[in-house]
């Protein structure tokens, strides 16, 4: 096998959040071989000059209710694995060789927009693996998807709800960078079904929620579940 072709299944290894060692295992080299070759991957950036995306996950059923152009090729492993609108995305960009930095988000895309954030916060890979299953704990699953996919629904998520008057947690900020430089326009149609659907949360004040959504819509234009729902 040649030096390249070597190169790119540690990348491919790496970007699934194998460990040095694994992947000398896995591809039946020393690991005095792959070693540089993380290096040199952990070294890389894009050409935006952002942190290498190691892994980019939101849980199955992210569509339910959404519009998303057919051109992008975004598929939904589980689209029938509703999730009342609330989708959660995890991004994990290269840190050093053997760390990465991990950003997490819950958004309500038929509504709020972001509901909370997490990170950046620096694991190893075991501890990248073990967080990854507790976040979608309470999903069907989660699937890997490109980092655009993850970017147009988060931050769409958040141009969306400024239109109908709501900002994004005050965690959002911080975690933002990770998802990438944003230029508007996202190539999904949030609402439930392309309208505001708002369904209350256990830590909302939902008297607020439909006092800020009754100053831009009338009740026609929107529907909500409060209460014992």
Sequence with gaps: MDTA????????????????????????????????????????????????????????????????????????????????????????????????????YLADVFCLGVKSAMGPDVMDDRELRRFREFFFGEYAGWQEVPIELARHLVYGSVDYARTLGFEPHEDFGPASDALGKWEGGSSITFGRDGKPFYMEGPDDDAAKVLRILRRTLSDDDFDFVTGGR
Excluded: F, M, Y
């Design 5 to 104: 072709e070597l190169k790119k299944q540690v990348r491919e290894l790496r970007a699934q959040g194998r460990s040095p060692k694994e992947i000398a295992r896995a591809l039946k080299v020393p690991p005095s071989v792959v070693a540089p070759l993380v290096r040199e991957i952990a070294a890389e950036t894009t050409e935006t000059g952002e942190p290498e995306v190691v892994g980019c996950w939101i849980n199955v059923g992210w569509s339910a209710g959404l519009g998303v152009d057919p051109a992008r090729g975004w598929a939904d492993e589980a689209p029938e694995a509703g999730t009342e609108g609330l989708v959660s995305v995890l991004v994990a960009r290269r840190h050093t060789w053997d760390r990465v930095t991990v950003c997490g």
